[in-house]
């Protein structure tokens, strides 16, 4: 990364980068000024470099989404035997079957496209302004618009627009965790000059595009934008090739294929067999076809696209905007949850949670970092009048040494300034300190700024008619300036052995210290206040601030933990802190348990590097691209897995995952531009919604493709039996078109709308590498597909012994076939729960889709030109009803197959759907 008219790789003309130059020398390379590029340069430059955007894959366009629903194998199948229909000119089976094509490619069109359009808008809201100097003046212009050699005016809030190498600064913090994973914000100083390998989190006279300035303001020179700065970078490496398959997409292609294998074997069989019989070829092709259509579950492909766009909009209504429609059921699929910390799990936000008086256990303040509520208690509970006093004292200093804003604005609390100012302006206003209030009643004689080099600030008040100083900052300073400590009885000589080892203790938990001091200061009217009045101070206490968990993060990971999917803590923080935050989230007991990224870099080999991932929790000091090799050996390790982040830095894991996840509101473009889930509202338990609403989806698929399956797999039995006996077929092919794709795909639609049957997150996520077809479903589809066929061919070879012609006895065969779906598809509901115990009022689109595929049908029966087409013709209430009951059948055998597994093989999941259900 660096600069401008000088090489590709943006080194300097001297070869050198920017963070070893002085700032005179950059503004020379860059062949600008103190004043700004002039207008003629700017012209130029933004003609040389183009726009300061990243880099993002261009999203498919409407016509390339519709083309992407064609590819899947079971796809392939339906186009081949609808063009084996043209050829044999069955244009009625190839109308069908092209319709329900693209039926299939509109839906998931329509779907796809709108999620892509939500994610756009996301992108969208994120406009960022900047301050420039050109020709010597100051404009403000867009982030997009800014060049190599711009001179940008940073201050405080805003976000940072480039790469750019320091000039001028004064008390200029930088967040840049978005980019590092780093939560504390970094000093910078214009004046540094570095070496040329310094790393990147430790060049302090540069600033990076996406971070944010938390305190100071500063003057800067752009050399890197777009792609050419550290964000470009990683956002390079993610825009182009492919993430890794969905769960879904691998299990529906191994069953896809099992299918089409099947199919192919069947009809060389059933073709073999027919010209050994001496079968006239055109009627060769033709059982061909209809044995094909009994097998291939025609409406799967539009069934499958419902189940996931169904997905989709409930997760939606989760605050869970799915990008692509095959991440709804991979998120729910997910074995593992490779979590960021910062702005994730924790808060992004410094809050006060330890108060350490002299004299006194810690206090703990609780509440959240954003506003302040919660109180601030001992471990034996509320403080008492002597504990208060001493508070007061504390939220005194944290007010009066304090640059921050705190208020409350159209019903919210709105901050601004300092992450430590505004953490003590929050902890001071749950005891009613306001700063304000304090100024009021101590009126503000003069201050000393927080600057770097002192790494404290100061406060000169009237305080009862006398001056008074208060001081906050780095223990080790304030150390130094005081010979006193508040104690419980008023005050005492300091221990410096005792207050440091109290900052000690608070450290090893992974707390930023600060110290707290006042005393009175002897000045003089015209004198300035300075460093050399602060000594004989009275040490107030120690307080500990930390980047906390967000309040959802804890019962979050609980529920991922009952849900059998493991999370991980991946961090660039120190270990300490991302120990302290581990245990909190009980994800590990001993610091021991944390793997750092210098032991990752030790790993010799794949094997160890695996062995390593295979038990850690929480992984510290991780650099972005060791994220990614995170990622890739957890897989390696036979997990389908989920990565969370909302930093540019994530980007590369969340390409790599299964699913990648990213944060609405806080988190980057390349993030956002790189998941395939975006969660709107950053909240961490959104993810564990989405993982239950995508097993919800996942189960959902697998009852519609039980009802397709079972019930194609009875109409092979019918056509085998058939064929055994030397009868004609049964079925047609339409016929059997007719019941796949209308009377059933009705119902399997109506279907994919099923509502959870409870329990999902009480169950284990299903093993990766476990087919679609388990062993339970099989069972089911063989019992189910035996009772249907074999009921189906006695009835057909029984009216045809009775006498009635062929015609009548596929009539009366095809409407059997069609309430045998209308009552199998009750059945289809729920694999353990009993017909009866799951209220049919749960999902009213199923009931009335079942009953409009029977009026259907038996409208058809009652149109001429429809019912010529099918064969269809009406019969007696009597014959409707007693073809009825025996379609009742299946349901009484499936009820006794349930009733037997519960009794005889019950499972814990088998009681946890029971109640959510009634």
Known sequence: MTQIELNPEQKTASDEPPHSLSAERVICELSSTKTGLTAAQVIKRQQQYGSNTLPRKEPDGLFEVFLNQFRSPLIYVLVAAAIVSLVIREYSDAIFISAVLLLNAVIGTMQEFSAQRSADALQKMMTTQVRVLRDGDAYQISSEEIVPGDIVLLESGEKVPADMRILESHNLEIDESLLSGESVAVVKRADAVLDADTVLGDRINMTFAGSLVNRGRAVCAVIGIGIATELGTIAKSVTGGTGARAPLQERMERFTQRVAIFVGCAVVVMASILLIRSMPISEIFLSSVALAVSVIPEGLPVALTVALAIGMRRMARRDVIVRRLIAVEALGSCTYIASDKTGTLTANQLTVRQLAIPGYENWQVTGNSDQPNGRIRTDQGELNKKEHKLLDMVCQCAVLTNEGYLGHQNSAWASNGDAVDVALLIMAHRVNWVRAEALSANPEIDTIPFESERLYSA???????????????????LLLMCDRVVLPEGSGLLDHEKVEDRAEQLASQGYRVIAMACGGVEIGDNEEFGHEHLKGLTLIGLLGLIDPLRPEAKPAVAKCRTAGIQVAMVTGDHPVTAFAIGRE???????????????????????????????????????????????????RNGHFVAVSGD???????????????????NGTDVARETADIIITDDNFESIVDGVEEGRIAYANVRKVIFLLISTGAAELVLFVLAMMTGLPLPLLAVQLLWLNLVTNGIQDIALAFEPGEGGELNQPPRPPRELIFNRLMLERVVISAIVIGVVAFGLFKYLLDQGFSLEQARNSTLLLMVLFENVHVFNSRSETLSVFGHNPLRNKL????????????IGAMYTPWLGDVLGASPVTFEQWLTLLVLALSVMFVMELHKWYRSRFTKTDADTSVRKACR
């Open 459 to 477: 406060s000169l008040n009237l305080v009862d008619g006398k001056p008074r100083a208060f001081v906050k900052g780095a223990f080790e300073k």
């Open 585 to 635: 989230l009980d994800l590990l007991e001993e610091e021991s348990q944390v793997v750092t990224g210098p032991q990752l870099k030790t790993a010799a080999s794949e094997a160890e590097f695996d062995s390593m991932t295979r038990s850690a929790s929480v992984f510290a000091r991780v650099e972005p691209t060791q994220k990614l090799d995170i990622v890739q050996s957890l897989q």
């Open 647 to 665: 930093g540019a830095n994530d980007a590369p894991a969340l390409r790599a995952a299964q699913v990648g996840v990213a944060m609405g509101k």
């Open 846 to 857: 199923l009931l009335g889709g079942t009953i409009v595929a029977q009026l259907i049908h």
